[in-house]
């Protein structure tokens, strides 16, 4: 096994190893291969995948320099390992068939993740090691769930980064129908945001059901649906979903008529709804990741202060909103910041409620905190 080595005589706890810490490799190593990570002193720190074009190089697997080759058998353990936490210890299949069977690091597998959406998985490849053992992992995946059908979906920016391409790869029909308690829910895997649907968002949901009774609640960024019918089954006065997509409230008023629910969709920017009349007491507000990268940080710290101002000015007073913000490189504590600004700039007083992250089938690993990208607030606005 060909060596990496690092800057430092230290062996770092977080699987995610960046490029400016790597001071040279053995020649010959191929992007995707399995390699011995070493201290600058030539002690073993971990098996990893090496991936020279990307910020985040090198990627550990685990920290057995004589352990079981990492092939298929080795694959095969860690997401039947994964998939048992979701179904035995988290019991997740009592309440939906959509859920995380792999979250990255979360679950030892820094560069992968898989969806379950009922009788198909959603692999996302994130490194080029992953990509080099998609053999091994489809087979793996399909024997931990059991489903009949498997897509491998991987962003654009991250092949172009990795050196690879899925297009190669056939991906059968993306569309599936999923249960979320008792709401049902079309899925377009092959085509939609993320991976087709907003699994990490199934507990705000749920609270979303216990505090609509009653209100009129208007959805922003509204995707497919999600809050607005947990609102109608929650009993809310009336319910308004906005989204800027058009095939995704095509798709959010599909799923209105599969759950027999009566909603008002329409297809909008978010910022010019809240520039208008507004009739609501309850505010959900779901924005898409702003930023992928730091130099994008003051444009998006602009943007999630201007969201929240526009929301915390639209909403009755006695109010709620429920905002979330999912751009990982923003910290709870910066998300709370920018509403307390926001708040200021509203001349609203705001009081949190409730706190909320990502449900635990999206595990952070303690020493990679990077996983933690979810974060929600449920404000009281007077």
């Known amino acids: 096994m060909r060596s990496v080595f690092l800057r ?16 040279a490799a053995d020649p010959g190593i191929r992007p995707g291969e399995v390699v011995a990570l070493r201290t600058s002193e030539g002690r073993f720190v971990g098996r990893a995948f090496l991936s020279p074009r990307s910020v985040i190089a090198v990627r550990v697997l685990d920290r057995e320099e004589d352990g079981p080759p990492i ?3 080795w694959f095969r353990g860690k997401i039947g390992e994964a998939a048992h936490l979701r ?44 990509f080099e053992r998609l053999d091994e992992i489809e087979p793996a995946v399909r024997d931990a769930l059991g489903v009949e059908r498997v897509i491998v979906r991987a962003d654009e920016e991250v092949q172009g980064i990795e050196g690879f391409s899925v297009s190669d790869r056939r991906a059968p029909k993306g569309d599936a129908v999923v249960r979320e308690r008792d709401l049902r829910f079309h899925v377009d895997a092959a085509a939609g945001h993320k991976t087709g649907f907003f699994c990490d968002q199934r507990e705000a949901r749920r609270e979303m059901t216990r505090l609509a009774r009653g209100r009129r609640v208007l959805d922003l960024c509204c995707y497919t649906g999600g809050f607005a019918l947990a ?17 995704a409230v095509e798709m959010a008023r599909r799923n209105a008529t ?10 909008a920017d978010g910022f010019d709804v809240l520039r208008g009349k507004v009739d609501a007491d309850l505010i959900v507000l779901d924005p898409p990741k702003l930023a992928s990268t730091p130099r994008d940080l003051p444009r998006a710290r602009a943007k999630s202060v201007d969201w929240n101002t526009l929301a915390l000015r639209a ?5 709620l909103l429920f905002t979330f913000c999912c751009t990982g490189l923003f910290s709870p504590e910066d998300f709370l910041a920018h509403v307390a600004e926001a708040a200021r700039r509203a001349g609203r007083d705001a009081r949190v409620l409730r706190a909320t992250g990502q449900p635990p089938d999206h595990p952070v690993h ?4 990077e996983g933690r990208y979810l974060t929600g607030l449920l404000l009281a606005v007077s």
Request: aromatic fraction near 4%; include cysteine.
């Open 8 to 23: 430092v005589p230290e062996a770092p706890l977080s699987p995610r190893i960046f490029r400016k810490r790597v001071r």
């Open 71 to 73: 092939d298929a058998a």
């Open 87 to 130: 179904r035995t210890v988290l019991q997740l299949e009592g309440e939906t068939d959509a859920y995380r069977v792999v979250h990255a690091e979360g679950d030892g597998l820094s560069g992968l993740v898989v969806d379950r959406y009922a009788d198909l998985a959603v692999i996302e490849v994130g490194a080029r090691g992953m």
């Open 231 to 247: 609102a109608v089954r929650g009993g809310a006065e009336s319910v308004r979903g906005v989204d800027l997509d058009e095939a």
């Open 258 to 267: 599969l759950n027999k629910i009566r909603a008002e969709f329409e297809h």
């Open 315 to 319: 909403l009755a007073p006695g109010g």
């Open 366 to 369: 303690v020493h990679c905190p």
